[in-house]
């Protein structure tokens, strides 16, 4: 038995040896060359999530300088909210239906006035919101903060009522633009009493959006004004032309008349000659004699 196993084991150590023999040889230099082209690329790799690493760190670091600028400089936010304001006017409105930055007679400077003929007469639009007042309910979250939110909401209101909306100078209702379309949401869902104010103040609230829709409107009605201006124009001038036709009728009349009237004298001339020739002719054949 023991034997037995001995020979066993002896031919698994053959057969073992043999397979050994058999596996082909391990090229250590390509094995050399596979890892240093990996590190390579993992190295390329590491570089460039490096570099995005740091580009999304500028990216947020402009992020929160731009937020630290508009939440905590007023200027820069009227800046940036008059800058939105006149992209959109101007990329919508042709240029001769806005000007911005203007004085009107009362010495106000509105930020804006669509120029509509009257009536309703010029509208206003107004960029500026009380942000701060608005940052700071965020920030505290409480009714206190909610409440003088919308106080300062509706004194806005009132100064742009007071200030923009002139009998007889502009419209009978001026625009409140809001730069961010989130405050814009909110304003309506949480403050409807405010938004009811604006609307019986006639101050209409606009965001980029509502404010797009808006002058795309008033920029089809001005050029359905226009078309009927141009309409009316043409009409005038066809009415003057019909005019000019029928005086031109009636003096081409009155000269048909005196050459009707020239015609007849004409005529009864030759007639009145037509008589005096044959008796002219019978004076001159008479035989007169010679006197004697």
Known sequence: MTTYIFVLLGIIIILLIAVLMRR???????????????????????GMLSQNAVELKNISADIANFKNILMGNKQARGTFGERQLADLVADIMPPETYSFQT?????????????????????????????????????????????QFELDVRKHID??????????KTAESAMMFIASESIFETLHREFPGAVDYAARRKVFIVSPSTLWATLNTVRAVLA?????????????????????????NERANK??????????????????????????????????????
């Open 24 to 46: 082909p040889t391990v090229d250590i230099s390509s094995l050399r060359e596979d890892n240093a082209r990996l590190r390579e690329r993992l190295a390329e790799r590491l």
């Open 224 to 248: 359905d004004i226009k078309i009927k201006r141009v309409a009316a124009k043409i009409k005038r001038e066809l009415d003057l032309l019909l005019t000019d036709l029928a005086r031109l």
């Open 103 to 147: 004085v009107l007679d009362t010495g106000v400077r509105p930020d804006c006035i669509i120029r509509l003929p009257y009536p309703p007469g010029d509208m206003v639009i107004d960029s500026k919101f009380p942000l701060e007042s608005y940052t700071r309910m965020t920030a505290a979250n409480d009714d206190g903060a909610r409440k």
């Open 159 to 168: 100064a742009i009522a007071d200030k923009y909306i002139i009998p007889g």
């Open 255 to 292: 000269v048909q008349q005196h050459f009707s009237l020239a015609t007849t004298d004409i005529e009864q001339l030759q007639t009145s000659i037509g008589k005096i020739t044959p008796r002219a002719e019978k004076l001159r054949d008479m035989d007169w004699g010679d006197g004697e």
